[in-house]
């Protein structure tokens, strides 16, 4: 079930700028060779993705879920110079893809890729993050804003994909996956947080902005 309208779609993505040669190539080979190639983040969350980066300039982004490394490209364009954005998969069989497109985009020094499950390596990181993609596996979102919380300065923002999931979280219980009650727990726990501010824009699959106050 997609949430947004096909025709509002292609209405949105003609007036926004166009996604790169590069990303248009990311995404041609994804969808040719790449199983479930609908998790890559395309071009309207790209530019949105690249934008929002570009209006925080961090110095630490962290990605947790790289599949192909589209959204960790478009990320990485709001780096600061001495700018690094960590980003983790556990699907080794994705890397070396996602590093060959991150060489040619320039970034190779710039995108640090971690290859294990996403819990055990966000601990082992020493870094303070500026902004933390969550786009991995739905059940564990709950479990990474924990572990994240930390590492985040006040004034910094996480963004969560998929926290509308396909349009289920408001069908009856009886009709949610369990990815889909996954994410209701999920916003539920961030619009609770009172340390937090959030906004869930309807973008796509729904992308939840959660900023850290500073006072916290
Ligand atoms: C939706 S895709 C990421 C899409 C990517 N951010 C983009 O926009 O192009 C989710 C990725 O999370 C990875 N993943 C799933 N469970 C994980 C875990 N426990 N730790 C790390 N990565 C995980 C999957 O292998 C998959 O590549």
Same mark, same amino acid.
């Given at each position: ?79 600061? +110079? ?111 947080? +009172? ?22």
């Amino acid at each position: 079930m997609e949430v947004i309208p096909e025709d509002i779609q292609a209405f949105a993505e003609r007036y926004s700028t166009p996604e790169t040669e590069l990303l248009y190539r990311l995404h041609r080979e994804t969808y040719l060779k790449i199983a479930q190639p609908h998790m890559l983040s395309g071009h309207l969350q790209g530019r949105l993705l690249t934008m929002v980066s570009q209006m925080i300039k961090p110095r630490r982004i962290l990605e947790i879920g790289t599949f192909t490394g589209y959204s960790a490209i478009c990320l990485a364009q709001g780096l600061t +110079e001495d700018g690094v954005l960590h980003t983790i998969d556990v699907n080794e069989e994705l890397e070396a893809m996602s590093s060959r497109y991150f060489k040619e985009a320039g970034l190779g020094d710039k995108i640090v890729q971690h290859t294990g499950k996403a819990a055990e390596i966000i601990t082992q990181l020493d870094e303070v993050f500026d902004l933390v993609f969550i786009d991995a596996d739905k059940a564990g979102y709950t479990g990474y804003y924990d572990m994240v919380w930390e590492k985040l300065r006040p004034g910094g923002f996480m963004l969560a994909d998929n926290v509308l999931y396909h349009g289920e979280v408001v069908l009856p219980e009886s009709g949610q996956s369990n990815n889909a009650k996954a994410m209701i727990r999920f916003a539920e726990k961030a619009v609770a947080d +009172e340390r937090a501010e959030t906004m869930l824009l309807t973008l796509r699959d729904g992308l939840m902005l959660i900023r850290k106050k500073q006072t916290h």
